[in-house]
């Protein structure tokens, strides 16, 4: 009986141990399943969307005028005409200017088929061209006799430039608005009457090679400052003061509204 019961109570205590070594020794469950992040916890970062251009790019070339000499605020076309053009459009105007005192026609076509420019030039806009003023200056320290000659000749050195310039202009960006500025008659000492008709013809004869292209413009400034030369004129007695360079910006934003919103319906 002892031996009997004996064999019993050490089967029960090896039951017992069986019990617990399987609670204990079996392999941990899997982890719960990780609770969502409470309202106002950062969300997960998400790729970036693509960056959409929103400008509109103004590249201006060309001589002093170009530049801004003479606006003794240092502003010029690159400051005014940006300000004229925002009743145009919602995009944000860049504005590239390359203009360079002194600067004739040749010294231009020069930069541009330099490629010192390509960048600028293949993501304009709006080309500004300010040109041929001091070609055409250079007659002025010439006698009578000399200037009908000279002029012509160079008018027709500057005529062949000023396609080249278009043309390199083209190969750059070919849907671009080309915007050639006129010229006005300056108040400088050592003018001459006859000044003015070399200046008309100069005009008129480049008016008819932008002509020939579809999106190109040429701005007449010569009425702008016939009767506003102590307004518009800057001390120098040559360049266009803050209030001449607004009155051009004014005008050329005037004259290329019609287009201008037109070539932003088609970009929509």
């Known amino acids: 009986s002892i031996l009997f019961l004996s064999i019993i109570g050490l089967v029960a205590l090896t039951a017992g141990f069986y019990d617990a070594w399987r609670v204990t020794g079996s392999a941990p469950r899997a982890a719960a399943p990780a609770m969502p992040a409470s309202e106002g916890s950062a969300p997960p970062p998400a790729a970036a969307p693509p960056k959409i251009s929103n400008a509109m790019s103004l590249v201006i070339l060309g001589d002093s005028i170009a530049r801004g000499t003479g606006d003794a605020s240092g ?8 300000e004229y053009l925002k009743s145009l459009t919602p995009k944000e105007i ?9 600067l004739q026609s040749q010294g231009l076509l020069d930069l541009i088929q330099s490629g010192a420019l390509q960048p600028a030039l293949a993501e304009a806009d709006l080309l500004l061209l300010s040109i041929g003023g001091n070609d055409l200056r250079r007659i002025r320290r010439l006698g009578e006799v000399a200037r009908e000659e000279t002029f012509r000749e160079t008018f027709e050195t500057y005529s062949r430039t000023f396609q080249s310039i278009v043309q390199a202009l083209r190969s750059a960006n070919a849907e671009a608005l080309i915007v050639v500025v006129g010229l006005y008659h300056p108040t400088e000492p050592g003018g001459n ?4 008709g070399f200046l008309l013809a100069w005009n008129e004869g ?12 040429f701005i ?9 030369e102590a307004k518009f004129i800057a001390p120098d007695w040559l360049h266009p003061n803050a209030a001449g360079y607004q009155a051009m910006a004014n005008r050329i934003a005037r004259s290329i509204e019609g287009y201008f919103n037109g070539a932003v319906q088609r970009a929509k």
């Not at 502003?75 to 940006?82: D, E, H, N, V």
């Not at 860049?94 to 002194?102: K, M, R």
């Not at 009457?193 to 003015?196: E, T």
């Open 220 to 228: 007449p400034t010569y009425d702008l400052f016939k009767f506003n």
């Open 75 to 82: 502003k010029g076309f690159s400051s005014y005409l940006p």
């Open 94 to 102: 860049v504005v590239h200017n390359a203009g360079i005192d002194g």
């Open 206 to 217: 480049t008016q008819k090679l932008i002509a020939r292209e579809q999106r190109a413009i």
């Open 193 to 196: 009457a006859n000044d003015i």
